[in-house]
């Protein structure tokens, strides 16, 4: 188990020069570690070219008891990756990983969860009340750019000042997770906001002495915000309007119902949100879907509780 830490090491710059992002390569070395750990307390300790399929089994359930199907899928895939590379180095003659699937998942299953438009009111005003100056925009910014593109949280970190292109109308999206990279158009309320936020940006960097920096986002100290510290940023806005935030990416999840509801097409919010397949965006009908909503209320139903209603009125 010695050479453990050295071909983690190595698994995790052969995924860096893949192009993996640092995101994803710190929730991978930390599933890698908890397993090492884990390995490692065993008595006897096995050597690397003992680990089984049996011995794998018993690690994923110890780790994944009493979790969601979509955690245990996770953790398979993180340590199959693993296998692999033991076998592209000869530490296994075999990976018994290849074998070992994880839960079927329904993205069905679980409906995205939302924000309503009330507690999306009083988020948009917490960050009105913010401190005049550069916190104000940098938080307006921030919330039109989540809610108004449906960015994933790394997508938004990554922003690049050249990523807006004001002449054309458009933010570009790197394809760092998907592949492939994205135009979105922007509205005109987003559009005055990076266009109010911008100058801010540029009296921040001047006052620090900051010649060159990229990231549009940018923290006290001039460098690019963290996707940490964005998600403190819009915490810390639902706290202050008494709103139960999950998660960032329910911003993503309110863009897409939104946008259903209001008409658009699944294709033009599969292309919008970088999906690489439309049926990841199918999972917003359970949400929003305004074909089945006004089907509803074309059924024959309605009509017949109508004359009910009407003959008991007439009897009153």
């Not at 953790?75 to 003659?93: A, D, I, N, P």
């Not at 964005?230 to 998660?247: G, K």
């Not at 008409?263 to 949400?287: F, P």
Request: net charge positive; aromatic share 6%.
């Amino acid at each position: 188990m010695k050479r453990w830490d050295g071909l983690v090491d190595g698994y995790l710059r052969q995924g860096e020069v893949r192009g993996l992002s640092e995101e994803t390569l710190v929730g991978v070395r930390a599933e890698l570690d908890r397993w090492g750990c884990w390995l490692k307390r065993r008595r006897p300790r096995p050597s690397l070219e003992e680990v089984d399929a049996e011995l794998i089994i018993q690690y994923i359930q110890r780790r994944t008891r009493f979790r969601a199907k979509a955690t245990v899928a996770g953790v398979v895939s993180k340590v199959r990756g693993l296998g692999e590379y033991f076998l592209e180095q000869g530490v296994w003659v075999k990976n018994p990983l290849r074998w070992i699937h994880g839960p079927r998942l329904d993205p069905r299953g679980r409906p995205p969860r939302r924000i309503g438009k009330e507690h999306l009111t009083q988020i948009w005003d917490a960050a009105s009340r913010q401190r005049k100056g550069y916190p104000q925009h940098l938080a307006l910014a921030v919330l039109s750019l989540l809610y108004g593109t449906g960015l994933r949280r790394g997508e938004l970190e990554r922003l690049d000042v050249g990523d807006w292109r004001r002449e054309e109308g458009v933010l570009l999206i790197d394809g760092q997770k998907t592949g492939q990279e994205r135009s979105v158009p922007v509205t005109e309320g987003m559009e005055r906001c990076l266009e109010a936020y911008l100058p801010q940006r540029q009296n921040v960097l001047e006052g620090l002495g900051v010649q060159r920096e990229a990231a549009l986002l940018i923290n006290r100290e001039g460098g690019r915000m963290s996707a940490p510290s964005l998600a403190l940023l819009v915490h810390r806005l639902a706290r202050r309007a008494n709103v139960p935030l999950v998660s960032l990416h329910q911003f993503r999840h309110t863009c897409a119902a939104d946008l259903l509801e209001n008409g658009v097409s699944l294709l033009e919010v599969q292309q919008m949100l970088g999906h690489a397949t439309v049926q990841t965006t199918t999972r917003y009908l359970q949400i929003a879907d305004p074909e089945r909503a006004r089907a509803v209320q074309r059924h024959p139903l309605n009509d017949y509780l109508s004359e009910v209603v009407g003959q008991e009125r007439r009897a009153a």
